[in-house]
């Protein structure tokens, strides 16, 4: 889907018009706690310097790139993702089972408010159909955008972010990251 053809529809996604009018493919993870969490100690332990994450909402975006390997730990329900240092960049994501603690605890719905309730790996294109980026995305228990991971995009020089021509390979992380927790064959790519 490189060129302008809408009509290059993987049969395996769902196709939604995003709120700019670009087009969305989406392909749903497998909806277990622990998939969850393996995604992400993978992306972030394994593939911490290709990627930008953060949170993805209308009127703001908050993109990151790691500078070090970061920690990942689980505690409560939380992943939590960190530089070393106690006032380093990290976040928290409440992928599991959530309680809060004996000193004050979180009621269930407030609990299921807070879990991973679904993810999906998309597919951005512009209302031309060139795709533009790539990546997956978390949403909470009221369906709110807990946590957005942009992988490498093969328009963009991964050094200088600046525009090339594309370099297809930078997919293959994405496809087989995709094919393992969405069980989504990898697309043909373009040979241009």
Not at 128 to 149: H, I, P
Not at 157 to 184: C, E, G, Y
Request: with cysteine; hydrophobic share 35%.
């Amino acid at each position: 889907m490189s060129k302008n053809d809408c009509t290059n529809f993987p049969p395996s996604a769902i196709r939604v018009v995003n709120p700019d009018g670009g087009i969305g493919d989406l392909w749903p993870v497998i909806p277990r706690e622990g998939v969850y969490r393996e995604i992400l100690e993978e992306v972030f332990l394994q593939h911490w310097n290709s990627v930008v994450s953060g949170p993805i909402i209308q009127g703001s975006a908050f993109e990151w790139r790691f500078r070090q390997a970061p920690r990942v730990g689980y505690l409560d329900g939380y992943l939590t993702v960190s530089e070393d240092g106690e006032h380093s960049p990290h976040f928290h994501v409440c992928v599991g089972e959530h309680h809060g603690t004996s000193y004050h605890p979180v009621s269930p719905e407030l609990a299921l408010w807070r879990k991973t309730s679904r993810a999906e790996f998309f597919r951005d294109s512009d209302s031309k159909c060139m795709a533009g980026s790539w990546g997956l995305r978390y949403f909470n228990g009221k369906d709110e955008q807990q946590l957005t991971v942009f992988f490498p995009n093969p328009h963009l020089d991964p050094i200088t972010m600046k525009h090339r021509q594309p370099d297809w390979s930078a997919l293959n992380l994405w496809h087989d990251m995709r094919n393992r927790f969405a069980d989504v064959a990898a697309d043909a790519l373009p040979n241009k």
